[in-house]
């Protein structure tokens, strides 16, 4: 052999410089064209790092868009969008309290984009709070939570948590009179068990309260300390948790076998845009391993023909048109609706009145009656609660399908109107004709922490779905029943804050009716 | 020779740890136990050992300033200063519900925030609060000015004599 000239070494090289950028192309791209056999379409998912985490194929009843509604998905791309935008903010942002103000009111107003980045940010966020209710709410009823999925729901729960954690401690950082007073209050409630080792006398000795506050505030009062920690949690701490606990949850759905489904019925293949195949032949008899990823013959399990399809495309279709739709409504509201921004944050004067964002309004009505119970033990109470789902309902039935087993649909009616009307009741007892400390001035505080409206409403409603239990023989219509009525009971504490109380956390029929001083 | 795999483990002859799983337990107990302190330390870190700002001492000025029966405001200290006949007293003007800042009223004092409200000795009437307003210790500074030491609360009805 001889060695290839210096000549010929050279042409090599210029040839390569020549088709440099055609092979470039061809190890980024490395099908170069859309996909046109099942193979091609399985290699597309599973070649990818950010397309793998699907499973090739995918079954046509986790593609109908009325088993999910997308909402798992708009609370991703919500928080895809929160990512971007909150990097966007950062550039700008002074977490000093000397500054944050004004870097807030320069974004708003000097920097180019700055004020639709800023809506941007605001709205995303509420989206992803409305969005995570509601998927809770989805996977709920269609029992999706059951087993094996019991540890997804957890995690789940974890999301849950995080979210409205971002939430509270995006709220301070504008540090306008709203975020201060906000604050305020959201760390006095986290101060609240004091109020119990008080009545019984042993803060001295035992202070949880003192310390939960301390630790979140990095001080006694709401100032520079507590903006440096709620910036740290709220730009990478809590986002990390998140992401962490996000990749968990996706990666649980495939370990659980996708999204929860009814068995298919034996024989049948359920119809998918008209072009549905019928992809994997009964009762094969041969081949394990990757070829049944693709057309073929399948592993021979007692099961009858499964009614999938690929998910190059159908589901990277259905995907990309709810991240885009949800980016959409994001773009939109932040087009038209403007965050707001108060004056700068003063320690003297309290903001009147002093309203959390939507979503704790509930529970600051709650804390209007007391602090420790409505703050902190009832939402402790109901979020353990919302956790012992899967494990107190462990008989199967029903899974993926809405209001699955027999008589869910009337339980949940029955359920809203009794959550709605104990409420309502409630809240109407308390408007007109006061609380304990009205009836009995000289009442001891532990009566005042322990019952407040928002314990008589667990009391109510764990009671209905005991009635339930009883009555109809059925762990999951007890379930149904529990589930729904706090979310009637969260849903009318929320409004009722948001419209029905003013200054002085007075009640008033409308904002309009609020005084002027 | 004795099969040793005949030999059953009974309460008075626990079968031998092995030299090798002794040690494989104690590397892994000191893995976790040095992870545990690790993490207690990372923990015990933002726990603030001298909580910051600055002392809430303040002079108020000379007792001849504040008339027998008067009272005044002080918005950003957030307290109240009282005089009667008996002497100077000063009142907390933070809720102690959740930390708003107190308005005089009718009855003594409310609080915007969630309508807790409160005698004029501070004492709770009525809302969620847990308790009374704090009476604050009241002193006199060298130069003769008196002094509301804001973080210091005496017993209510507790008055400076001057």
Sequence with gaps: MAEPSQAAATREFVENLRHLPRTVKDAWFRLGRVPESEREESQA??????????????????????????????????????????????????PSTALAYDSIKDLHYVVFTGRFIRNLHRWSAHVMVIAVFLHMARVFYTASYKRP???????????LVLTLGLSFTGYLLPYDQLAYWATMIGSNIANSPRELTDAIGITKWFDPGGFQRRLLLGANYVGEDALIRFYVLHVFVLPVLLVTLLSVHFWRIRKDGGLAKPEDAPGGAAEWGGTMKRVFEPLATKTYGLMALVKGRRPPVNRGPENTVMSWPHLFWAE????????????????????PLKELANPAVPENPAKAPWYFLGLQELVSYSAFMGGLLIPLIT?????????????GGGEGVWFGTPGERRMAWQSLLFGLAAAVGLLALTVNFGWLRSWFPKIHQLWIIAINPGSILVLLY???????????????????ALFTCFLAGFTVLTYFATVHRGPNWQFYWWPSHWPVH | ?????????????????????????????????????ALAGVLRLPKPAVLPGPVRRFKIGFPDQFAVGSEARFEQ??????????????????????GCSVARSAQGFACPCHGSRFGATGSIVGGPAPRGLPWLEVGRAADGQLVVYADNEVA??????V
């Design chain 1, 45 to 94: 998912t599973f070649h990818n790092l950010f397309l793998h985490i699907h499973s090739v194929r995918i079954h046509v009843r986790s593609l109908a868009p009325a088993l999910t509604l997308g909402l798992g998905l708009i609370a991703t791309a919500s928080f895809v969008l929160l990512c971007i935008t909150g990097v966007l903010l950062m550039v700008y942002y002074k």
């Design chain 1, 149 to 159: 999925r019991e540890f997804n729901w957890l995690v789940g729960l974890g999301l």
């Design chain 1, 320 to 339: 990309l048109a709810v991240f885009m739709a949800s980016t959409a409504l994001c773009l939109i509201l932040s087009f038209y609706l403007d965050a």
């Design chain 1, 383 to 395: 979020w353990i609660g919302l956790a012992m789902i899967p494990f107190l309902d462990r008989r």
């Design chain 1, 462 to 480: 764990a009671g209905w779905s005991l009635g339930v239990l009883r009555r109809r023989n059925s762990v999951r219509l007890a379930a149904v």
């Design chain 2, 1 to 37: 020779m004795p099969d040793m795999s005949e030999q059953r483990p009974s309460r008075l002859e626990p079968p031998r740890i092995q030299r090798r799983s002794f040690l494989s337990l104690a590397a892994l107990s000191s893995f976790f136990g040095a992870v545990s302190v």
């Design chain 2, 77 to 98: 200290e957030t307290f109240f200063v009282f005089r009667d006949a008996q002497g100077i007293y000063a009142i907390s003007g933070v809720c102690t519900h959740l």
């Design chain 2, 156 to 161: 209510a009805g507790t008055r400076f004599r």
